[in-house]
């Protein structure tokens, strides 16, 4: 499928695998990033929001919705990340979160949770949210300099693969389980791996390792 723009930042099937979530920004020219929803049968793309929207994207299990972080305004007009849901048809745009330097939302399995990155005093930590209170509680104690990049939910259990940079800029994958909430560290930091995704049985995680000097995927075989 043609992707509109000229750089394409994120892509997420929907979970039916019939549609295509691109985040893309048409020429350098032109910065503005886009979310369009791709159909895969016929190829129309639909813009379903735009703006300083941040990868990854993702689909809400159950419901025609996308999910995304965006810059925005908050208290006294600071500009921060926030978390932001639309239809797949663009419409009921709706604002989850305020002022909470938000990155990476990914879904449960049942579409009822989100988990998202936000930092405060320069710690980032995980938290959840429930869909029907908007509801938000904090699930990881990291302190300090420690980042995360990227978060992924398992398919089918209440674990977390998380990316995390620690404060002499070593970075890792780690699973996080939300029901012992105990860590489990599964590569070296002087590995540089990044952005885990989860195979769909969730068997393996697929990843970007930097350990040979430029980008190449692996896989993790749990």
Not at 175 to 193: A, C, F, I, N
């Amino acid at each position: 499928l043609r992707v509109p723009g000229q750089y394409a930042e994120a892509l997420a099937y929907s979970p039916d695998t019939s549609r295509i979530a691109a985040l893309t920004q048409r020429s350098p020219d032109r910065p503005v990033r886009r979310l369009h929803v791709l159909d895969r049968s016929t190829g129309r793309a639909t813009v379903v929001a735009e703006g300083a929207i941040e990868a990854p994207v993702a689909w809400r299990p159950g419901a025609e919705q996308v999910v995304f972080s965006r810059q925005t305004r908050a208290a006294h007009g600071s500009l921060v990340d926030d978390l932001f849901v639309v239809g797949a048809d663009g419409d009921n745009e709706r604002r989850l979160t305020h002022g909470r330097r938000t990155s990476a939302p990914t879904y449960g399995p049942d579409g009822e949770r989100l988990a998202f990155v936000a930092t405060a005093d320069g710690t980032a930590n995980v938290h959840l949210m429930t869909m029907e209170t908007g509801e938000t509680m904090r699930v990881t104690d990291y302190e300090g300099d420690l980042q995360i990049t990227g978060l992924q939910w398992h398919p089918s259990q209440d674990t977390l693969a998380l990316a995390r940079v620690d404060a002499k800029g070593g970075r890792q994958l780690v699973l996080y389980d939300l029901g012992t909430e105990t860590s489990t560290l599964l590569t070296d930091p002087d590995s540089d791996d990044r952005r885990p995704v989860w195979r769909p049985d969730g068997s393996q995680l697929a990843y970007t390792s930097l350990r040979d000097g430029v980008p190449n995927a692996f896989v993790y075989d749990l």
